[in-house]
T-cell receptor
């Protein structure tokens, strides 16, 4: 059974700092990995999806990397802003599976 | 594209009542997922469909929960009878398996917040 872990559960940084969020998974036979953002009381917004054959994906100030052999993905946020404050979740989908397993998320607070 | 549409956005009901949550997936998407989110348990997959067929309902907590997808553009999640512990936010999500752009991206609706008194 795939287990997905996100550590730390919460992170607070000053505005402008570069930061890394972590996602670990136990089964490396993945199909893809997706990073989401969730604002309080809202739904999940997709940020980046990395296919199994890819090593990283970039969108604006966000960069997600994937290392299947070590069972890790990181989400790098450059020059953080207060508007980046949210909970970030990763979801891992295994090969031959239609569903994804979610981590519990990291709640990020960027202080002005 | 209007995205994944869920209704109602908020539902307050009394214990024992039937609750029906509705979802319209993105047109052309062949996978539909129902999730439940609580502070205690996080995001849990309840059931998912592929081409309107239920594939995995192992996350459905008990027989009080049922889900249907009568066609490609509509799904329901029903709780009967409802209990206070069913209070949560229920999300519907959809994705498509093929295509050059956007394939496999899981897109969520805004959720239905259920409160059972």
């Amino acid at each position: 059974k795939q287990e997905v872990t996100q550590i730390p559960a919460a992170l607070s940084v000053p505005e402008g700092e570069n930061l890394v969020l972590n996602c670990s998974f136990t089964d490396s036979a993945i199909y893809n990995l997706q990073w989401f953002r969730q604002d309080p009381g809202k739904g999940l917004t997709s940020l980046l999806l990395i296919q199994s054959s890819q090593r990283e994906q970039t969108s604006g100030r966000l960069n997600a990397s994937l290392d299947k052999s070590s069972g890790r993905s990181t989400l790098y946020i450059a020059a953080s802003q207060p508007g980046d404050s949210a909970t970030y979740l990763c979801a891992v989908r295994l090969r031959n599976a239609g569903k994804s397993t979610f981590g519990d998320g990291t709640t990020l607070t960027v202080k002005p | 594209d209007a995205g994944v549409i869920q209704s109602p956005r908020h539902e307050v009901t009394e214990m024992g009542q039937e609750v029906t949550l509705r979802c319209k997936p993105i047109s052309g998407h062949d996978y539909l997922f129902w999730y439940r989110q609580t502070m205690m348990r996080g995001l849990e997959l309840l059931i998912y469909f592929n081409n309107n067929v239920p594939i995995d309902d192992s996350g459905m907590p008990e027989d009080r929960f049922s889900a249907k997808m009568p066609n490609a553009s509509f799904s329901t999640l029903k709780i009967q009878p409802s209990e206070p512990r069913d209070s949560a936010v229920y999300f519907c999500a959809s994705s498509r398996e093929t295509g050059n752009s956007g394939a496999n991206v899981l897109t969520f609706g805004a959720g239905s917040r259920l409160t059972v008194l």
